[in-house]
């Protein structure tokens, strides 16, 4: 069994910051169409910061490294994505817990339990045109694929194309959470950035196992 060990879970947060920032004036600019603009910088500053702490303590299981990402997230990001990011990681390292190697149905659990969280904070139902778009048809993908006897990599694969599918799959959506909701069909049109963010980090997951 090719199991995601910790070395994956690292790779996939250094990815993920790396895509973050190489996207961030594009996760802005998505922002700026339907909220205030801020997205792309909020979780390039977060990401960099759990950079410098990952490279001062690296941790020594995926679930460690999960929470330091939750935990940083909900510190430094800010707006509403920081605590409902972070509530997703943090969600993700309880449910792998202690293990050092992670098979397709802890991949399933812990996809799961970051959707879950975000649900839990935020109570956003798929259709809202929030994150959870990407993050829903995600877990639904890796499930799928988890079920058909799927190697990791290949469900987070199909948990990223799904979550880009996701994505895109806001733009012809009224919002009904977060700052978006204001604009009533001002909205309609727009991919949501927290769903487009969600869908760089679920792919670098990916990339990191591939
Ligand atoms: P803010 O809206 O405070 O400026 P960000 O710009 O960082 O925060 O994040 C905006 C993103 O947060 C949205 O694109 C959306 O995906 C997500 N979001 C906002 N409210 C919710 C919610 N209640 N549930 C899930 N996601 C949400
Ligand atoms: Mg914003």
């Not at 194309?161 to 009904?176: C, I, K, N, S």
């Not at 949501?192 to 997951?205: E, K, T």
């Amino acid at each position: 069994m090719a199991g995601l060990t910790t070395d994956w879970a690292l790779a996939w947060v250094r990815g993920s910051a790396a895509v973050v920032g190489e996207h961030r004036a594009e996760l802005s600019a998505l922002d700026r169409e339907i909220g205030d603009g801020d997205h792309g910088e909020n979780l390039d500053r977060g990401f960099k910061a759990v950079l410098a702490k990952l490279d001062a303590a690296p941790p020594s299981t995926p679930g460690g490294v999960l929470k330091l990402v939750a935990t940083t997230l909900i510190s430094t990001v800010g707006g509403a994505s920081g605590p409902l990011l972070g509530t997703a990681y943090l969600k993700a390292a309880g449910a792998v817990g202690d293990a050092t190697e992670l098979d397709s149905a802890a991949v399933v659990a812990l996809l799961t339990a970051a959707r879950d969280g975000v649900v839990l904070r935020g109570k956003a139902a798929p259709g809202d045109k929030t994150m959870i778009d990407a993050w829903t048809p995600a877990v639904d993908a890796a499930a799928a694929a988890a079920e058909a006897g799927e190697e990791p990599a290949a469900v987070l694969a199909a948990a990223a194309d799904a979550a880009e599918q996701g994505a895109v799959a806001t733009e012809p959506l009224v919002a009904h959470k977060g700052r978006a909701s204001y604009l009533g069909e001002r909205a309609i049109g727009h991919r949501d950035p927290g769903a487009q963010s969600s869908a760089l980090q679920l792919r670098a997951a990916a990339e990191a196992a591939a």
